[in-house]
């Protein structure tokens, strides 16, 4: 009785607790005045909550007895130990040291994979709590920075580069699976799971997408995807943290490595999204995915970025106009290879358009397809004329060849006797040859003014060279005597000067009468 009395009693508390209570009052006052300051501090707090982890290994970390031996009603609390085990992090920098508690955890990881794959029952709080702290401690980490900061992409010969194996991968790998199967096991309750695969939790998952190590991206591109599906309570948070990314990327770093596997995930989503389409959703097509294009390393992503762009117009005919429109609007000036990008994408764009929504763009369009078959490079020509190639396009441009025809019948006769390669020449004249097998009409009278155009030009030019000439022979003529004129200056000067010395010698001798 008398020690439950003194237990009910308030305890002094020791000067060292105040003074650690007065510094985190401090440091939480620092946080929630400065928004700089506290994405230091959490930086910094995660990684010596890292550090403290690799370093707080236990003096005997032994592997725990399987789940195989153990009865169910003791499986629960076997698997939280092990959750708890794991929580510890290695340094595999150093590959010599703790060889064998590393084994022990890569061991106790893949018994706990087992387990999620296998479980029958419900995870309850407690459990998924701990699932989610282990995750944390084990992928949420600063990602190693391998100063690529000046590294240009070359767009062409991307196999050639080494890519970035991170040496804790071994463990990382099965952390991610575990992940995996838990976020798609049906014994996880989205409603109470959502209480820590919250919305920290999610930043904390897009912030990895950056990692150097291309096997982290899939895992992450498939697990981000699985969370999109499995908490619908999320699905707008995710979608404005990813655009967050995209517009961090575009006008601020043009560096990120997940922008591919980012691109993927978003793929799948517009292609489930529901019809009509909202305006947020069309918004993101404008404000997002058109100037994704504008990036020198387009080319590192441009795959998926067609296939987002794709989706809309296919859900949407109406979008065709604004994303040809998009893609005239940040087409290459000076990149070849972009310029060949751009066109295999419109040539997909163009196989999902109508025609209704052909013709409200198919006069800039073309006078910019015109430009690119006149391209000394051949590879840039080649693509444009290889649009013809296309069925669906085909017909689209014989149906409005009377537009069409006018604006780029130019480009296709100069190609055919003045271009320096000859696939080039032979694509021209089969293009050439299919609007005039279609209207012979309307193809002869866009030779005559072609024609018409030439001789008017090279009026224009005989008559520019004409007035060159006549000014070369104005400024000939006036240039000799100019230097007359300077010599005849100088000599009467010259006369002037002697006669006054003269008189004035003459006046002194004479005595001034």
Same mark, same amino acid.
């Given at each position: 009785?008398?020690?439950?009395?003194?237990?009910? &009693?308030?305890?002094?508390?020791?000067?060292?607790s105040?003074?650690?209570?007065?510094?985190?009052?401090?440091?939480?006052?620092?946080?929630?005045? *400065?928004?700089?300051?506290?994405?230091?501090?959490?930086?910094?707090?995660? +990684?010596?909550?890292?550090?403290s982890?690799?370093d #707080?290994? %236990?003096?005997?970390?032994?592997?725990?007895?399987?789940?195989?031996?153990? #009865? #169910?009603s003791?499986?629960?609390?076997?698997?939280?130990?092990?959750?708890?085990?794991?929580?510890?992090?290695?340094?595999?920098?150093?590959?010599?040291?703790?060889?064998?508690?590393?084994?022990?955890?890569?061991?106790?990881?893949?018994?706990?994979?087992?387990?999620?794959? *296998?479980?029958?029952?419900?995870?309850?709080?407690?459990?998924?709590?701990?699932?989610?702290?282990?995750?944390?401690?084990?992928?949420?980490?600063? $990602?190693?920075?391998?100063?690529?900061?000046?590294?240009?992409?070359?767009?062409?010969?991307?196999?050639?580069?080494?890519?970035?194996?991170?040496?804790?991968?071994?463990?990382?790998?099965i952390?991610?699976?575990f992940?995996?199967?838990?976020?798609?096991?049906?014994?996880?309750?989205? /409603?109470?799971?959502?209480?820590?695969?919250d919305?920290?939790f999610?930043?904390?998952?897009?912030?990895?997408?950056?990692?150097?190590d291309?096997?982290?991206?899939?895992?992450?591109? +498939?697990?981000?995807?699985?969370?999109?599906? =499995?908490?619908?309570?999320h699905r707008p948070?995710?979608? /404005?943290?990813?655009?967050?990314?995209?517009?961090?990327?575009?006008?601020?770093?043009?560096?990120?490595?997940?922008?591919?596997?980012?691109?993927?995930?978003?793929?799948?989503?517009?292609?489930?999204?529901?019809?009509? $389409?909202?305006d947020?959703?069309?918004?993101?097509?404008?404000?997002?995915?058109?100037?994704?294009? =504008?990036?020198?390393? &387009?080319?590192?992503?441009?795959?998926? $970025?067609?296939?987002?762009?794709?989706?809309?117009?296919?859900?949407?005919a109406?979008?065709?106009?604004?994303?040809?429109?998009?893609?005239?609007?940040?087409? %290459?000036?000076? @990149?070849?290879?972009?310029?060949?990008?751009?066109?295999?994408?419109?040539?997909e764009?163009?196989?999902?358009?109508?025609?209704?929504?052909?013709? /409200?763009?198919?006069?800039?369009?073309?006078?910019?397809?015109?430009?690119?078959?006149?391209s000394?490079?051949?590879?840039?020509a080649?693509?444009a004329?290889?649009?013809?190639?296309?069925?669906?396009?085909?017909?689209?441009?014989?149906?409005?060849?009377k537009?069409? $025809?006018?604006?780029?019948?130019? %480009?296709?006769e100069?190609?055919?006797?003045?271009?320096?390669?000859?696939?080039?020449?032979?694509?021209?004249?089969?293009v050439?040859?299919?609007?005039?097998?279609?209207?012979?009409?309307?193809?002869?009278?866009?030779?005559?003014?072609?024609?018409?155009?030439? +001789?008017?030009?090279?009026?224009?030019?005989a =008559?520019r060279?004409?007035?060159?000439?006549?000014?070369?022979?104005?400024?000939?003529? =006036?240039?000799?005597?100019?230097?007359? @004129?300077?010599?005849?200056?100088?000599?009467?000067?010259?006369?002037?000067?002697?006669?006054?010395?003269?008189?004035?010698?003459v006046?002194?001798?004479?005595?001034g009468?």
């Amino acid at each position: 009785m008398i020690k439950q009395i003194l237990n009910k &009693l308030p305890r002094k508390s020791s000067s060292k607790s105040v003074h650690n209570g007065e510094r985190s009052n401090e440091l939480d006052s620092a946080v929630v005045n *400065s928004t700089g300051v506290s994405d230091k501090v959490s930086k910094l707090s995660l +990684t010596v909550k890292s550090k403290s982890n690799i370093d #707080s290994v %236990p003096a005997s970390y032994e592997a725990l007895p399987s789940f195989r031996v153990v #009865s #169910s009603s003791e499986k629960h609390n076997l698997f939280i130990k092990k959750l708890n085990m794991c929580c510890v992090v290695f340094d595999f920098n150093e590959p010599e040291k703790n060889v064998k508690e590393k084994d022990v955890k890569k061991q106790t990881l893949l018994e706990l994979v087992d387990y999620v794959s *296998s479980v029958n029952s419900k995870f309850n709080e407690v459990t998924i709590q701990e699932i989610t702290k282990m995750v944390a401690a084990n992928l949420f980490r600063a $990602l190693p920075n391998l100063n690529h900061e000046n590294k240009v992409v070359d767009l062409y010969d991307q196999e050639d580069d080494e890519f970035f194996m991170d040496p804790s991968w071994p463990h990382l790998q099965i952390v991610y699976e575990f992940l995996l199967r838990f976020v798609a096991s049906p014994e996880t309750n989205a /409603k109470l799971a959502k209480r820590y695969v919250d919305h920290s939790f999610v930043l904390r998952l897009l912030d990895l997408f950056d990692s150097e190590d291309q096997r982290e991206r899939e895992y992450l591109k +498939t697990i981000l995807h699985r969370i999109y599906g =499995k908490f619908m309570v999320h699905r707008p948070f995710i979608r /404005k943290a990813v655009n967050n990314i995209f517009y961090h990327f575009m006008f601020e770093t043009e560096k990120h490595n997940g922008i591919a596997q980012l691109l993927e995930v978003l793929g799948s989503i517009v292609n489930g999204f529901a019809l009509p $389409l909202k305006d947020e959703h069309k918004l993101f097509l404008a404000h997002v995915l058109i100037p994704l294009h =504008k990036p020198k390393c &387009l080319s590192m992503y441009h795959q998926q $970025l067609v296939y987002c762009v794709c989706q809309f117009v296919e859900k949407d005919a109406k979008l065709a106009d604004t994303v040809v429109r998009g893609l005239l609007k940040y087409w %290459p000036a000076t @990149s070849s290879s972009k310029e060949v990008m751009f066109l295999g994408e419109l040539e997909e764009i163009l196989e999902v358009t109508q025609a209704a929504e052909f013709e /409200k763009f198919m006069a800039p369009l073309f006078s910019r397809i015109g430009q690119c078959i006149n391209s000394s490079h051949f590879q840039v020509a080649e693509r444009a004329l290889f649009l013809w190639n296309n069925e669906h396009i085909r017909n689209l441009t014989t149906q409005n060849r009377k537009v069409i $025809l006018p604006i780029i019948f130019s %480009p296709l006769e100069k190609n055919t006797h003045a271009h320096w390669n000859q696939a080039v020449q032979s694509l021209t004249l089969n293009v050439r040859k299919i609007f005039s097998d279609a209207d012979q009409s309307t193809f002869q009278d866009c030779l005559v003014r072609y024609q018409e155009d030439e +001789t008017k030009e090279k009026e224009n030019i005989a =008559k520019r060279q004409s007035t060159w000439n006549r000014l070369d022979a104005m400024a000939a003529a =006036k240039t000799k005597p100019m230097v007359i @004129s300077t010599s005849a200056t100088i000599t009467t000067t010259v006369a002037t000067s002697t006669t006054a010395e003269t008189t004035s010698t003459v006046k002194q001798s004479t005595g001034g009468r």
